[in-house]
């Protein structure tokens, strides 16, 4: 008699959703990354969430980071002038 | 003043960890920068702090008492950063260098204010926190258990960009609990690598990425909430 093959168990989307940045980074093990690829081949709902996943994550890129207090800002760059003078 | 020493093909590490080196090409802009600031230019000391300044701060931030103990943290760094900048060896990313020097200053302070925050307790906090309420799928009892009940709708492309939505972002980001907010916004803002954040802010990869998880799944539920509030109430 032959021994079936381990499938592995299907995920469920609440499980998916946990792993989508694991999934982004190609931190997943090979098997939960063919899980994950095989849930997203089969559900919409899914491919939509990690679309909005991928979509934040590009909308969060295109935020432009913050600049500091202008007096700390013209006191750091006294620091760098005086810290070139004493060289 | 010497040379910078040329990167060698398998960097040694600064940390105690040698993880593999990620897809980081030769340093070609921090080698110009490195030699800008070693020449003494000031543009190139303040491309620097804007870049970074708010970063630091944040950082800086999650390890002492108040505002003004971090200001002097991130001054202290940036001292900390002229001073040593004729012995960077490029081993290391210029930014991930400065963020060192960041936190380590940052903790001995606050280990001097008897506020010993380890890193691994910010990360921790919130290590059971669901990506996605749990009423947005089926119970156990249902037929498809952990099926989405109330399942997500894809967005117009260009909804998640407007100046709105972005607004809507930003409030989200500084909602975060500290650590899930300065690892989003060291990833996903400044563009740093998972390696680069993990080794700036001394933290293991897997808590680094458990972080960023929880800070992007919470970012885009509030973006959710903005763009389709139908589905996201």
Sequence with gaps: MRIPLLTPKPLACQELVELCTAYLEGSLSSRDRRRFEAHIGACPHCTAYLEQFRLTIEATGSLTEETIDPAARDELLSVFRDWNAAR | MSALALAPPFPLRLGEDARAMPGDPPATADHELVEKLRAGDEAAFAELVDMYGAALLGVARMYVKDK??????????????????DRFEGRSSLKTWIFRILTNRAKTRGEREGRTVPFSALAGAGDDEASVDADRFLGPDSAQPGAWAAPPRAWPHDAALNSEALA??????EMLPDAQREVIRLRDVLGFSAEEVAEAL???DGNQRVLLHRARSKVRAALEKYLDPEVAA
Excluded: K
Aim: cysteine-free; glycine content about 8%; aromatic content about 4%.
């Design chain 2, 68 to 85: 003004a103990a971090a200001e002097e943290v991130v001054q202290e760094t940036w001292l900390g950063v002229l001073q040593g900048i």
């Design chain 2, 168 to 173: 809507v972002i930003q409030m989200a980001i």
């Design chain 2, 202 to 204: 001394e933290i293991s």
